[in-house]
């Protein structure tokens, strides 16, 4: 989250299916990124902008952008560099040749971005291999067919710690961020409605941090998760909008 559920669509076919096999085998993924500022198992994309030859660079592009559709997802994907594209060019697939899987937007960060990939996805992709996917009405699962640690391990070695450090610095803004405006809202809902007597039903509420109390008009105050947070430019807009920090039942 990264963490990705997918809604079970059936697979668009393809008018290239003289060129399609098939196959069951686990896949190596690659182009996956940190979802949110709690992970940092996988990287971001500004750790992996490497150097390639324009035509080298032209040609992955082309191959990632023509992958097979292979798993289709709930939500559109959103471009790690804030830089405007619309959310729905990033696409909600993941891709396949039969060997590797990509998120559909990985050419987008290829192509603008500039990152690099691995040496042996590149060199793959640049044989100009056939590609496959799985038996027609197979549905895949990810979590048993995709080889996560290979690309954690290549990426392992061009980690930055300048934007670990970042990242690290911005949960912690992020976190005082949603904890000032809950106890903001909270206050504000307070004055409208004033405290009942009861205690807080909800047992999720954590008692080194919450009181308990509750609104007169609900017997709830629970605190909705911090989900994605961070005032880092490329993840932001998705924290202080939530949470508030008690919710009204009635």
């Known amino acids: ?27 190596k993924p ?32 082309q ?14 994907s959103w471009c790690r560099f804030a830089c405007g594209i619309e959310h ?8 396949t040749d039969g060997v590797w899987v990509w998120p559909q937007g990985l050419s987008h960060y ?38 996560f640690d290979y690309w954690l391990r290549w990426c392992a070695a061009r980690r930055s710690p300048a934007i670990i450090a970042g990242l690290r610095t911005a949960l912690v803004t992020a976190q005082a961020q949603v904890s000032a405006d809950r106890a903001a809202r909270v206050d504000a809902l307070e004055r409208k409605h004033g405290l009942s007597g009861a205690k807080c039903t909800w047992t999720g509420v954590d008692p080194i941090r919450y009181t308990g109390r509750t609104l007169s008009i609900t017997v709830t105050c629970a605190p909705p998760p911090l989900g994605r947070v961070s005032s880092f430019p490329w993840l932001h807009r998705r924290a202080v909008s939530r949470g508030c920090g008690r919710s009204l039942s009635g």
């Open 88 to 95: 729905s060019r990033m696409g909600s697939w993941d891709l």
């Open 30 to 61: 690659i182009g996956l990124w940190i979802e949110t500022l709690t992970d940092e198992d996988f990287p971001a994309p500004q750790e992996l902008v490497g150097e390639l030859p324009n035509e080298t660079r032209a040609a992955l592009v």
């Open 1 to 27: 989250m990264w963490l990705k559920g997918h809604d079970g669509a059936a697979r668009p076919r393809t008018d290239r299916a003289d060129q399609i096999h098939t196959t069951s085998a686990v896949l």
């Open 63 to 76: 191959y990632l952008a023509t992958g097979l559709p292979l798993i289709h997802y709930r939500g559109y």
């Open 110 to 147: 290829v192509d603008v971005h500039g990152i690099s990939l691995p040496e042996e996805f590149v060199s793959h992709a640049l044989s100009g291999p056939a590609r496959t996917k799985p038996k027609e009405g197979q549905e895949y699962d990810f979590r048993r067919g995709y080889d």
